[in-house]
Nanobody
Framework: QVQVVESGGGLVQAGDSLTLACGASGSAFRSYNMAWFRQAPGKDREFVAA????GDTYVADSVKGRFTISRTDAVYLQMNSLKPEDTAIYYC???????????????????WGQGTRVTVSS
């Protein structure tokens, strides 16, 4: 069983920056593809960004230019120029091991964290 844990959410003002972090237990982190999704109230879960085990990254068009995903000892989601519409619960997810393809579909991910809330005030 792979455990996924997110951290870093909070309340910020529009235009601020925030960094979320996500880790997976044990050796899973090194061999698993990791992704960030978000879910706003009353909306479907939405893909945000992903990094495969080799370090290749993909960012959704809706946040490209403002959000960056990186991977070292954890997977980080750097969020800049935050907008009220970025308000959501942000989830980290893992799939693997050693899958080449980066998926934007929530159903492709086997393991999920409990989510961290991001609130952007106007």
């Amino acid at each position: 069983q792979v455990q996924v844990v997110e951290s870093g959410g909070g309340l910020v003002q529009a235009g601020d920056s925030l960094t979320l972090a996500c880790g997976a237990s044990g050796s899973a982190f090194r061999s698993y593809n990791m992704a960030w999704f978000r879910q706003a109230p009353g909306k479907d879960r939405e893909f945000v960004a992903a990094s495969n085990w080799a370090g290749d990254t993909y960012v959704a068009d809706s946040v490209k230019g403002r959000f960056t995903i990186s991977r070292t000892d954890a997977v980080y989601l750097q969020m800049n120029s935050l907008k009220p519409e970025d308000t959501a619960i942000y989830y980290c997810a893992a799939r693997g091991p050693y899958l080449a393809a980066t998926s934007t579909l929530a159903d492709a991910y086997n393991y999920w964290g409990q989510g961290t809330r991001v609130t952007v005030s106007s």
